[in-house]
């Protein structure tokens, strides 16, 4: 894609965001009309003034004439007035939608894209680059194009008035041309490294500020500073080098902007003591030289922010690029209850790195019973329960839901089937209260108390001065690891769905909190159809069925008792626990 390819699919692109205000722009187009005409008018009163009002001695004509600048200023001020405030509203409007569509888009990718993506680069591209792009939408553009119409206007005019002089103006115009082109290549490749390493500095934060418990525990704070300063040096001298390729733009179009000014009075000058032209047209000339002059030159400034745009426009099109591949089918079915059974059927499965990581899986959990999976680490236990959710797709085989593969049915009504309680918690920075209630907004209070007391939390909630309402801190930094637990599983009291999943949700208590906790899982699991991963194999002995997995395959399966008895991997599991 070349240059103006780019520059054209932006237009494009912006003209797409800007289709329900098409209204307001036609408006702002006939605003900047009105102002290119009061603006064209007022160096014509001076004229009128120096030439006949002043050798006339004419009073009367001088008073009117000042009067008719008065109306002409007033209007101007007007009408610029209202169309700063109708670009200001339309640029607001269309980053605002803008930004919602793309935050959209993020949320509905792939799991995987995650995985990949940098969370500090992901922010730049809908904070600044979305900003970026608002800029070339804002009122500072729009007097961009006032200047130009006023350009058109004062050209045509001159070009009537006086054909040489005109030319000899336009002489220049190449010039200013030249430099644009130079600079706005230099500038465009100096703001991509601007941004990037922008990007840099944010996933530095991004990655620091979230992990800080263990730079404090590693006393890492030096190695951490002095990474930051380097990208952040390597960000300045990024900026700078872009800045000097500015600062150097403004002066050198200055320069061909005086030798316009020197060819008008060199010119007109001559013509003057020849008798062709009037003080009054000199004076007037001068006066649409700097108005031929400010487009160019407001024309020059605006180069460096179309170029930024565009770096921003290729970020956010880069980002819209990438398609979501685990979606609904074109016409899928509603899982309205899980009546029978969840099938793995043959499955295999590998990360995008192509290494397989499950290899033949078939199993069967039967509605209502309670499956366990065990197995060393990194046997593939968690990928089993991320592939029932679709957080990926098989690579083969097929995973079935009553008979229907899960494809078929909507990621919706899949993942609202599906309660996971893992580990790792997930807190939102809020109250208890909110983060039991998320993703179940609406519940009754007393849904609310039963999910409370049934997660044994009620006692730590009533401990607390504001209850419900206290703030946990980010990721519920201000509770304990059981208490995180325990709002996670209210929280899946109140989602209330069919099929749970516990990996290794008691793992990281300590005995006496895990009996606590135990206690709660236990009537979640009650009644429902359930997957638990455990490493503690005293919290599975009552499943239904326990599936042994060893490097992605299944090894062994049967009931405590069964495999007790067989004296195979889960014996050797089992007594190295216990013995
Ligand atoms: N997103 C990923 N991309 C690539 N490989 C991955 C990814 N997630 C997990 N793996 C790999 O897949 C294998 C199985 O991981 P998985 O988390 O399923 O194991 P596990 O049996 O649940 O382990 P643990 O008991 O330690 O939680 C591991 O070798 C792991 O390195």
Redesign the pocket.
């Known amino acids: 894609m070349n240059k103006n390819d780019n520059i054209l699919d932006m237009l494009h692109f912006l003209g797409h965001s800007l289709k329900n205000e098409k209204k307001k722009l036609f408006i702002s187009f006939i605003l900047l009309l009105g102002i290119s005409f009061f603006e064209f008018n007022i160096p014509q009163i001076t004229q009128k003034i120096i030439d006949h009002a002043i050798p006339e001695k004419s009073m009367s004509l001088i008073f009117t004439q000042v009067m008719l600048l008065l109306v002409c200023a007033s209007f101007l001020s007007a009408l610029t007035y209202l169309s700063t405030m109708m670009m200001s509203r339309l640029s607001q409007n269309m980053i605002t939608q803008l930004r919602n569509d793309l935050y959209q888009h993020l949320l509905g990718l792939d799991f995987s894209f995650f ?1 990949n993506a940098k969370t500090g680069d992901l922010m730049t591209r809908l904070t600044s680059d979305v900003k970026t792009l608002q800029d070339l939408i804002s009122p500072q553009s729009l007097k961009l194009v006032s200047n130009l119409f006023t350009f058109i206007f004062i050209y045509g005019f001159m070009l009537f008035q006086d054909v040489t002089l005109t030319l000899l103006i336009t002489l220049t115009f190449p010039l200013l041309y030249l430099l644009n082109l130079f600079f706005s290549k230099h500038i465009k490749q100096a703001f991509r490294k601007v941004r990037s390493s922008t990007s840099e500095i944010n996933n530095h934060l991004q990655n620091s500020l979230t992990s800080i418990l263990l730079i404090k525990t590693f006393v890492n704070e030096k190695n951490e500073s002095q990474t930051f300063e380097e990208l952040n040096n390597k960000n300045k001298a990024n900026y700078i080098e872009a800045m000097s390729y500015q600062t150097i733009f403004a002066p050198s179009i200055d320069l061909v902007n005086y030798l316009g000014m020197a060819i008008v009075l060199l010119y007109s000058g001559f013509s003057i003591t020849q008798g062709r032209q009037t003080i009054g047209e000199l004076v007037a000339y001068l006066a649409y030289l700097k108005m031929l002059q400010t487009p160019i030159r407001s024309f020059t400034q605006m180069v460096s922010r179309f170029q930024q745009a565009v770096v921003s426009y290729n970020r956010i099109v880069e980002l819209y690029e990438v398609q979501p591949t685990v979606i609904d089918r074109k016409v899928p079915l509603h899982l309205s209850e899980i009546k029978e059974s969840i099938v793995f059927d043959h499955v295999n499965f590998s ?1 995008s ?1 192509g290494q397989p ?1 499950l290899k033949d899986i078939s199993f069967e959990i039967e509605q209502g019973k309670m499956t366990a999976l065990v ?1 060393v ?7 089993i329960t991320k592939l029932l959710e679709r957080l990926y797709d098989v690579t083969s085989g097929q995973i079935l839901i009553d008979h229907h593969p899960i494809e078929d049915y909507t990621l919706t009504s899949l993942r609202q089937h599906i309660s996971l309680v893992t580990q790792d918690i997930e807190l939102i920075d809020g109250t208890i209260l909110e983060n039991i209630l998320y993703g179940s907004e609406g519940k009754t209070e007393s849904e609310i108390e039963n999910a409370v007391h049934a997660a044994k939390l009620a006692d730590f909630v009533n401990s607390l001065p504001d209850n419900l309402q206290t703030e946990v801190g980010e990721r519920g930094i201000k509770l304990s690891g059981g208490q995180k637990q325990r709002i996670a599983i209210a929280r899946t009291f109140l989602k209330n769905a069919p099929l749970l999943i516990l990996d ?1 949700a008691t793992a990281s208590l300590d005995n006496e909190s895990e009996r606590y906790i135990q206690a709660s899982l236990d009537s979640l699991l009650s009644h429902r159809t359930s997957l638990v ?1 455990a490493h503690r194999l005293s919290t599975i002995q009552k499943s239904d069925q326990i599936i042994v997995m060893e490097d992605g395959r299944i090894v062994e399966t049967g009931t405590h008792t069964e495999l007790l008895n067989k004296s195979g991997k889960y014996r050797a599991l089992y007594d190295a626990q216990f013995k």
């Open positions: 995985e990360y790195n990581i197995g680490s990194g046997s593939g236990k968690t990928t290794e991963i």
